[in-house]
């Protein structure tokens, strides 16, 4: 059976059980739509107010979310190429992948569960965007655009995640190979792990965790207080440098240096052979 253009209003529920088939439905303020096992759902629009239930075996393809926890997806669930908007929320739980999300201005994705490929512009991320790994939950090859936010809490990990022109990352999970482009900014929190992580001409890792293995060209590390850069490999040129700069209380071990200039910054700044500068509480270990 196939349902087309259907409106739910405040009190009703539309139920998607297997075989059943709606597309471009509108749930409005109040309203509910239920896809559980062997149903399916194309091109809903989850408007304020709005809830939209992926139960184990349902699918939604191409869900337009509006609204606070407007699509919920629980074990077992599927969810391909949703779009959430500016007061649009979707709640990914565990044991769940969601394929291919994209999260616009204002929207959050919060993933239990597993994101494949979302954009935090496909999870996408774009304006304010905001997608947020909690413990258990993975991200893998997501990308974060411009004033794109992933958050990788403690126990989460993102995998292969790319940060383009002015998205950011807050690590206080893991991170694995994610590459950092042009005016990206990577965080390294307190207890977050990054490993392997390239940067671009122009991109930004802070560390106040443990960064490993770590390669810049034309890149900058800022090694602040608590953290810990190890192996990373710094390759520059005339303008810009790729630069390590080493705050008091931060620990570099292991550095390569190639074109590049390492600064271990204290009052009254030493220059120690060629670019690099050593101060009173910064540990540096070959």
């Avoid at 739910?8 to 059943?20: A, D, L, P, Q, V």
């Amino acid at each position: 059976m196939t349902m087309n253009t259907t409106i739910i209003s405040s009190g009703g529920t539309e139920f998607i059980s297997s075989g059943g088939r709606a597309s471009a439905t509108t749930v409005r303020n109040g309203g509910v739509e239920m896809i559980s096992a062997g149903g399916t759902a194309i091109g809903t629009t989850i408007s304020s107010g709005g809830t939209h239930f992926v139960l184990s075996g349902g699918t939604a393809i191409s869900a337009n979310v509006n609204a606070f926890f407007g699509e919920v997806v629980s074990v077992g669930g599927t969810t391909i190429s949703a779009t959430i908007n500016s007061g649009g929320e979707v709640l990914i739980s565990s044991g769940v992948v969601a394929s291919a999300p994209t999260i616009n201005n204002g929207g959050f994705l919060d993933i239990f569960g597993t994101a494949i490929g979302e954009t935090i512009n496909g999870a996408t991320v774009s304006s304010l965007g905001t997608e947020q790994i909690f413990s258990g939950g993975t991200s893998i090859s997501g990308t974060v655009n411009a004033f794109g936010e992933l958050v990788i809490a403690a126990g989460g990990v993102a995998s292969a995640t790319v940060i383009n022109s002015d998205g950011d990352a807050a690590v206080f999970g893991s991170s694995i190979s994610a590459t950092v482009n042009s005016r990206g900014f990577l965080r390294v929190q307190a207890g977050g792990i990054v490993s392997g992580a390239t940067y671009n001409s122009g991109g930004v890792e802070q560390v106040f965790g443990t960064s490993i293995s770590a390669t810049f060209t034309s890149a900058s590390q800022v090694v602040g207080a608590g953290g810990t850069a190890s192996g990373a490999t710094f390759h520059g040129s005339a303008s810009p440098f790729s630069t390590q700069d080493v705050q008091f209380g931060g620990t570099a071990i292991g550095t390569t240096l190639s074109g590049a200039q390492q600064r271990l910054a204290l009052s009254g700044s030493i220059a120690i052979s060629m670019n690099a500068h050593f101060s009173t509480g910064v540990t540096a270990m070959a």
